[in-house]
């Protein structure tokens, strides 16, 4: 069974610029999850989506930060304007209900570098 | 609002040695408890997972428990190897997970 896949792994933008990030999940996952992890800490949560839907947003900054999850499917994390604040690894994860209560999976992420 | 605590922030021990890493949590209404071990660049590995009606959970040398009532969850890594090491996560929740920051293990050869 194919993993997590997201795309690119690394990426390095100026302050202002936009950028875009990939996520492909585990077929079959109903449930796909956005979190930034800033050095030193552990992840939080951006966005979860519920198939096509969003479950919960409380804690995506929308002046900057968008998502989309076009047909269920596979997921873009979309940041414009970037900022120096922004500079995290990038993890997506999935999960679905008939495997172990939600457990999640993580892809390799994308670390962004914003100078 | 949840808050996860993981103490040590680090750790360094001997190859062999028998180790736990503690994991607290504010609120004791918790659906999961998930272990996760991280390497340096990559991605989050799930180790084990724990329902709250459970107490425990066992796979090979990695030995989880949860401990609702005190807010607390420990991992115990028996006979400690090099290739243990890594930063280990807990997360508690079902949607919007709640981690810790982590303790990073080290261990010597």
């Known amino acids: 069974e194919a993993g997590v896949a997201q795309s690119p792994r690394y990426k390095i933008i100026e302050k202002r610029q936009s950028v875009a990030f990939w996520c492909n999940p585990i077929s079959g996952h109903a449930t796909l999850y956005w979190y930034q992890q800033i050095l030193g800490q552990g992840p939080k949560l951006l966005i979860q989506f519920q198939n096509n839907g969003v479950v919960d947003d409380s804690q995506l900054p929308k002046d900057r930060f968008s998502a989309e999850r076009l047909k269920g499917v596979d997921s873009t994390l979309k940041i414009q304007p970037a900022k120096l604040e922004d500079s995290a690894v990038y993890l997506c994860?999935?999960?679905?209900?008939?495997?172990?209560?939600?457990?999640?999976?993580f892809g390799p992420g994308t670390r962004l570098t914003v100078t | 609002k949840q808050e996860v605590t993981q103490i040590p922030a680090a750790l360094s021990v001997p190859e062999g040695e028998n180790l736990v890493l503690n994991c607290s949590f504010t609120d004791s209404a918790i659906y999961n408890l998930q272990w996760f071990r991280q390497d340096p660049g990559k991605g989050l590995t799930s180790l084990l997972l724990?329902?709250?009606?459970?107490r425990e959970q066992t796979s090979g040398r990695l030995n989880a428990s949860l401990d609702k009532s005190s807010g607390r969850s420990t991992l115990y890594i028996a006979a400690s190897q090099p290739g243990d090491s890594a930063t280990y996560l807990c997360a508690v929740g079902l949607g919007d997970m709640r981690f810790g920051a982590g303790t990073r293990l080290t261990v010597k050869p």
């Open positions: 994860a999935s999960s679905s209900i008939r495997d172990k209560f939600y457990e999640q999976y």
């Open positions: 724990i329902q709250s009606s459970q």
